[in-house]
């Protein structure tokens, strides 16, 4: 039985699996994203986390058939490069991780987009399984998108799928990728986070901050959010409302270009809320929809936490 590791690196969290031909978990390890240094200590890191969840499973990298990671930013699959992964810490150059990972973890390094690998694992093993074409959305950090339309991922030139930049208002918001008006200046964690800060920092209540500090954590966390909502704090249900409002309106956009059967909801917020995000996101995008008697299934991610990083296992085959 050859088994294969797969990583998953978010702009939060770094999850690390083995599975077996399968797909089924044997081992798991997840550590927090590195947020200061550089390329070379989230590479450190991929690689302990990888260690701990093949110790988990009663192996060692170095006996994987491969390891496959999904990352963000912009990927070269065949060069086994990342560069201008903007979530990450002082990432800009393109960085060889297949060939720096591959030497510490002493093994063969696959790389795919995350969100591309993740709506891949969604469509195979998940929410997917029942559709010839679908809409990934992982709303997180950011908020990313993957396609498959009739059977087939769609990677257009290769940078296909950026849900999170379809402007939903012209000469609005600034958006962490430095245009003005994308869905994710509105929806993405980042963003939020930002809007927060300054709204807090100019005296307006919220106990968004003081929920982060009891938790330990130094920013606003899928958990954090989720918190403020139960305590129904205004400012994070105004953000919220603001967030499912954009995305409803760049993935009805998404529809009536192309027509697919089925969103998939995933990402770190996304799964977290899970099938009342998901109700809640269809009803907002109805009045969107031109054909609108007959809207797309939306769905919740299955695989949760683990989709990216069994996508990225499925780039290694032995
Ligand atoms: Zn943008």
């Given at each position: 039985m050859a088994l294969r590791g797969g990583i998953d690196l978010g702009g939060t969290k770094i999850q690390a699996i083995v599975v077996d031909d399968d797909d089924t978990i044997l081992g798991q390890a997840r550590r927090p994203t590195p947020t200061s240094g550089g390329p070379d200590d989230v590479i450190r890191a991929l690689a302990d986390a990888q260690r701990e969840a093949a110790q988990a499973a009663?192996?060692?990298?170095?006996?994987?058939a491969g390891v496959g990671l999904g990352s963000p930013g912009d990927v070269d699959a065949d060069a086994g490069t990342i560069a201008q992964?903007?979530?990450?810490?002082?990432?800009h150059d393109a960085v060889p991780v297949g060939d720096l990972l591959g030497t510490l973890l002493g093994t063969r390094v696959a790389i795919g987009n995350d969100v591309s690998v993740a709506t891949k694992a969604e469509f195979d093993?998940?929410?997917?399984?029942?559709?010839r074409s679908l809409l990934g959305v992982f709303w997180g950090t950011g908020v990313g998108g993957g396609l498959i339309l009739d059977g087939e991922e769609w990677l257009g030139r290769g940078a296909a799928g950026e849900i999170g930049h379809m402007v939903v208002k012209e000469g609005g918001a600034k958006c962490p990728c430095g245009r003005r008006g994308c869905m994710e200046a509105y929806a993405g964690r980042k963003a939020m986070e930002l809007t927060a800060r300054e709204r807090h920092a100019d005296g307006e209540h919220t106990r968004l901050f003081k929920i982060m500090e009891e938790k330990g954590r130094d920013r606003l966390t899928s958990s954090v959010w989720a918190k403020a909502i139960e305590h129904e704090d205004k400012l994070a249900l105004h953000l919220i409302d603001r967030a499912y409002r954009a995305i409803a309106t760049a993935v009805a956009s998404a529809v009536n270009l192309l027509d697919i059967e089925a969103i998939v909801l995933g990402g770190g917020l996304g799964v977290r809320f899970g099938e009342p995000a998901a109700a809640r996101l269809a009803e907002e995008m109805q009045p969107h929809l031109f054909n609108d008697e007959r809207p797309p299934a939306v769905k919740v991610a299955e695989l949760g936490d683990y989709g990216g990083a069994l996508g990225a296992a499925m780039l290694v085959w032995p």
């Open positions: 009663g192996t060692t990298p170095d006996a994987l992964a903007g979530n990450l810490p002082d990432w093993l998940g929410a997917g399984r029942p559709y």
